[in-house]
């Protein structure tokens, strides 16, 4: 039988960095791309190249022959702290549209077999996500369109990109909503991190019987799912007869302060949380709406998000600790000076 072969773009990220694991479990040949390495593990790819995909010579160069799946990962992008301030929307809309707009016309030309986007459900229009307890979040609300992020407008106009690219040259594209993913081996501090790594490094730094922040009044409303769900539903969505649109996130939603607490739980330490106003925390709730994935890949995400958060909990704490170590080497040789 021939070898699968995958191009992974943006596999020095998080999601990246694991779905090429998986691949390579699963028997694949996988060429890998990102402008960086992978920070926190060695890639396994068989190829890794460092390259921006935002040039045009890269992508012909990474993409120079026929693929039997390309996952296009590779965005400008972050948490709360990096897209709602305004301050990066320029980036984020030309780097991450370019990389797409780069990708697809190779593949075009490539003439590759399957390609998957990730899309995410910052697409979804403020005006449903106004109640922390009754967003609406399906896949068919997306319009009228009215994102409350400039990452959003981006991410909801690549979805069209790819969907004129499959019917005006017959590509082959899978299109995914992420809602929040995380685990391990992930940005966990920098200010791109997201809530649960963030909320993991502050319990993790935090003294027992002391205080961490938790951005906002904390009754904002989310739902995570664990990066091995994530990859499941990427990979039953590659293989189904079916394009997208579609939400690949838990429908387990919590307040930020329930994600705290449960993180506090997990640590086993007595902290307390001190709601801290901030200009940007996004819409007021989001949960992901599992109907159209379970009636089309008769699948949906149900792992608890508790079991999840305590697999990452102990990485960032492992992570922290290894900062700390070198923290009081590094004062240590200060004072033999």
Not at 207 to 216: L, R, T
Not at 277 to 302: C, F, M, Y
Request: with cysteine.
């Amino acid at each position: 039988m021939r070898m699968k072969k995958v191009l992974v773009c943006g596999a020095g990220g998080f999601i990246g960095g694991h779905l090429v694991k998986k691949l390579k479990s699963e028997g694949a040949w996988v060429r890998a791309v990102d402008i960086k390495n992978h920070e926190y593990a060695v890639s396994g790819a068989d190829e890794f190249i460092i390259g921006d995909l935002t040039e045009q010579q890269v992508v012909r160069e990474v993409l120079d022959m026929p693929f039997d799946e390309v996952y296009q990962l590779a965005a400008d992008m972050g948490g709360a702290g990096y897209i709602f301030t305004g301050e990066n929307d320029a980036n984020v809309m030309h780097n991450s549209a370019t990389i797409n707009l780069n990708v697809l016309q190779q593949v075009v030309h490539t003439r590759s077999k399957k390609i998957f986007y990730s899309s995410s459900a910052c697409i979804y229009p403020a005006y449903n996500q106004v109640d922390p307890q009754n967003p609406k979040c399906s896949e068919g609300s997306a319009y009228p369109a009215d994102p409350d992020s400039d990452y959003g407008w981006e991410k909801l106009f690549s979805e069209r990109l790819y969907l004129a690219f499959s019917r005006n040259h017959g590509i082959n594209v899978k299109i995914a909503r992420f809602h929040n993913i995380f685990g391990p081996e992930g940005t966990w501090d920098g200010g791109k991190e997201k809530a649960p790594a963030a909320l993991c490094r502050k319990v993790a730094y935090a003294d027992d019987n002391s205080m961490i922040e938790v951005w906002g009044d904390g009754k904002q409303t989310r739902s995570f799912l664990y990066i091995d769900e994530c990859l499941e539903g990427m990979e039953r969505l590659m293989n189904a007869d079916f394009s997208g649109p579609v939400n690949i996130g838990s429908e387990e939603m919590v307040t930020l302060n329930e994600l705290a607490e449960a993180i506090i739980r997990i640590s086993g330490k007595n902290i307390s949380i001190k709601n801290i106003p901030v200009p940007h925390t996004g819409v007021r709730g989001r949960n992901s709406d599992n109907k159209l994935i379970q009636e089309k890949l008769g699948w949906a995400p149900s792992a608890p998000l508790e079991a999840g958060l305590e697999k990452t909990f102990a990485w960032i704490n492992g992570e922290v600790e290894k900062q700390k170590k070198i923290l009081k080497n590094q004062m240590a040789m200060i004072m033999e000076k």
